[in-house]
């Protein structure tokens, strides 16, 4: 029986961390020995992480990356290992380096460079034209690299079907959003199937700063069904032992590839035999048995918050954060993703209540963070703002009072922050969600100041339901009952509420989503059953308040299209989409 042990080393890499990201590889080559795998994949641009953005512009950054990747090849004495980097021949290219008996035997570039979305790599790297195929253990094998898979026809097809590669293996940086986790694997079990070939695919896991990279490394077989499925939102080392035999079985009853050959002769594919590395002949270890089990929507959900948020943190050098306590269901559900990213002794709350501010909701944010264990702090803005008021007066004069007012509450509680911030060395986490950052229900240098801002990809209605969620897992009520049961709130003047300034949430937010992700129109909207003015003031809110967005801090992308990189509309704009 020909059989194969191959290892997906799915690890958390950041980026430009070259020492730090090698140091990782080198160690899961050293646990891929200890297992008997044959063959280790590590993910895109492993090296260097991903995505290096401008950092590629820089020439010593390149030459870095290529002597790690003289480093690593001399620790795969006695394994082949497909390993992510940035080749230089000529120009620069996303590559996957073959790394077999101490030394890089060749490199294979990415064909499809992606330039939607979040992606750019355009910008950057050369397109790849040589594919090749090498031998391992008298296994014929592609290698691919992410957006490579996407694509029905080339460069997989070649490999399998003209090339005869029994095993595809693809190395990737494939970031996260809602839905993509099911769309992925039913890809990759189509090409899998189509191609008679077993799809072996690597990708990255971890924060990179709006970006989340979920992990969930997949192995196919010949028939697209499931063979392993890695962790999510977590480093895994997923180990399997392919049977190589069953592909070439299954190729006998299928005519295609002789006639994929005899119509594509003119095709050409490097072909590459890899001598047999000395190994030890002992008995290879036996695999544990996995839980392949799927994350459910809203489980999903929170690890990617509680991931992206701790990441960015850490990888940033901070040890605590800072959240200012209102005593309302967003900073509730901020702090609750922040204790579990760093743990309840790297959070420190403070509520900062006015002469506007109820008695509940001090009693509330005190209660939050009592649940939480974390530390409370205090700090009245009543006096402050009397000053400030006191000060601006004799501009103001013969003036009503209106949102102005308003919003000097919300920048003193944002200096308070930025104030604490400086003092302790401590990163503050803005509190506002998709909805209100959609509409620009946020305060320039009040409510949006801070280093990272948590739900800036989680609409309202989802901040509700992952707060329910949160309570439930944890079997109490974490999040207060009070916090979830009252209305929505800033509390900058008396009697306020959301509603006031805003359609209902749940008739926002679907308006919201038909607007800003999907790209719909009035008509498209109204038909969905909602009135034509509400959509039109909805839309002009959204359009007149990107000059905010564009200064507010990055925020975890769990939508297929997020505020930032996805959704790039000009500041001084006069389009109207109605």
Not at 27 to 53: H, N, Q, S, W
């Amino acid at each position: 029986m020909r059989t194969l042990r191959i290892g997906l080393c799915q690890i958390n890499t950041t980026v430009g961390d070259i020492e730090g990201n090698t140091k990782k590889i080198l160690d899961y080559i050293g646990k891929g020995k200890k297992m008997g795998a044959d063959l280790l994949a590590f993910p895109e641009m492993a090296v260097t992480g991903y995505p290096p953005e401008d950092l590629l512009l820089m020439p010593n950054f390149i030459e870095t990356n290529l002597k790690a990747i003289e480093t690593i090849a001399r620790a795969t004495s006695s394994i082949t290992a497909v390993v992510g980097f940035v080749n230089k021949e000529g120009d620069i290219f996303n590559a996957a380096a073959l790394l077999h008996n101490g030394k890089m035997v060749d490199a294979y570039s990415k064909s499809f460079l992606p330039n939607y979305g979040v992606f750019d790599e355009d910008r950057y790297f050369q397109v790849g034209k040589e594919n090749f195929i090498f031998t391992l253990k008298s296994t014929p094998i592609g290698v691919s690299i992410c957006e490579d898979l996407w694509y029905p026809g080339d460069p997989i097809r070649t490999q399998a079907l003209y090339g005869g590669a029994e095993l595809i293996v693809n190395i990737s940086s494939s970031p996260y959003h809602t839905g993509k986790v099911a769309f992925r694997e039913k890809m990759i079990s189509t090409r899998a199937s189509d191609n008679l070939a077993i799809v072996a695919y690597c990708n990255l896991v971890g924060g990179q700063d709006e970006l989340i990279f979920d992990g969930g490394s997949l192995v196919f077989d010949q028939r697209g069904d499931l063979i392993v499925r890695g962790r999510q939102f977590q480093e895994d080392l997923i180990l399997a032992d392919l049977d190589m035999e069953g592909v070439f079985r299954m190729r006998l009853h299928d005519p295609r590839i002789r006639r994929e050959r005899l119509a594509d002769e003119e095709k050409r594919v490097k072909k590459i035999d890899l001598p047999d590395s000395i190994r030890s002949v002992r008995k290879k270890p036996s695999l544990p048995e996995r839980e392949m089990k799927l994350l459910d929507r809203l489980p999903e959900i929170y690890s990617a918050l509680v991931l992206g948020t701790g990441d960015y943190i850490r990888k940033n050098g901070f040890h605590t954060v800072l959240i200012g306590l209102s005593g309302g269901i967003d900073s509730a559900l901020t702090a609750a993703v922040a204790v579990d990213a760093l743990g309840k002794k790297g959070v420190v709350g403070v509520a900062m209540p006015s002469q506007y501010s109820s008695k509940e909701s001090l009693e509330d944010a005190k209660a939050l963070a009592k649940n939480l264990g974390i530390k409370f702090l205090t700090i009245p803005i009543a006096d402050i703002f009397k000053a400030y008021l006191k000060t601006i007066s004799p501009s103001f004069k013969g003036l009503k009072s209106d949102v102005t007012e308003e919003n000097i509450q919300a920048r003193i509680r944002g200096n308070i922050l930025m104030a604490l911030s400086n003092k302790f060395g401590w990163l503050v986490l803005t509190t506002g969600n998709k909805s209100e950052m959609s509409v620009g229900y946020c305060t320039l240098y009040g409510d949006m100041a801070g280093g990272y801002a948590v739900l800036k990809d989680v609409p309202k209605t989802l901040v509700y339901e992952l707060s329910k969620y949160k309570n439930r897992k944890e079997g109490k009520a974490l999040i207060p009952k009070n916090v979830l049961a009252k209305a929505p709130s800033a509390e900058l003047r008396p009697n306020q509420k959301d509603e006031d300034s805003l359609p209902p949430y749940p008739v926002l937010d679907p308006i919201l989503q038909a607007y800003v992700e999907d790209d719909k129109g009035v008509e498209e909207i109204a038909k969905m059953g909602f009135k034509e003015a509400m959509i039109k003031e909805v839309i002009r809110m959204v359009d007149r308040n990107e000059y905010k967005r564009r200064q507010s801090p990055p925020g975890v992308k769990i939508t297929h299209r997020a505020l930032g990189k996805d959704r790039r509309l000009p500041v001084t704009n006069k389009y109207r989409n109605f």
